[in-house]
């Protein structure tokens, strides 16, 4: 459910870094890699925020006040891209 409602708001608001940086942790969480490195992609090089400060933990969980949940799963794929 709360997939399909993510999917829902990024093809509402395709300009949002927030919700496919979201997408992209939620993804790889759930071992949907190639979705996952898809939307990380998108918002990395087609939005103009880009996703530069989606890289810094402190700032997702202070600024951005994601749930830990959420910041951890970003963290475990930005960790897993950075190592491939």
């Given at each position: 459910?709360?997939?399909?409602?993510?999917?829902?708001?990024?093809?509402?608001?395709?300009?949002?870094?927030?919700?496919?940086?979201?997408?992209?942790?939620?993804?790889?969480?759930?071992?949907?890699?190639?979705?996952?490195?898809?939307?990380?992609?998108?918002?990395?090089?087609?939005?103009?925020?880009?996703?530069?400060?989606?890289?810094?933990?402190?700032?997702?969980?202070?600024?951005?006040?994601?749930p830990p949940i959420m910041t951890g799963y970003l963290?475990?794929?930005?960790?897993?891209?950075?190592?491939?």
């Amino acid at each position: 459910q709360a997939l399909r409602e993510m999917v829902a708001i990024s093809r509402r608001g395709p300009g949002s870094v927030d919700i496919r940086a979201a997408l992209a942790a939620l993804y790889w969480h759930q071992g949907q890699d190639s979705d996952a490195r898809q939307v990380w992609q998108y918002a990395c090089e087609r939005i103009n925020a880009g996703c530069g400060k989606y890289l810094d933990k402190d700032w997702v969980g202070r600024i951005r006040r994601w749930p830990p949940i959420m910041t951890g799963y970003l963290n475990d794929f930005i960790a897993a891209q950075t190592l491939s």
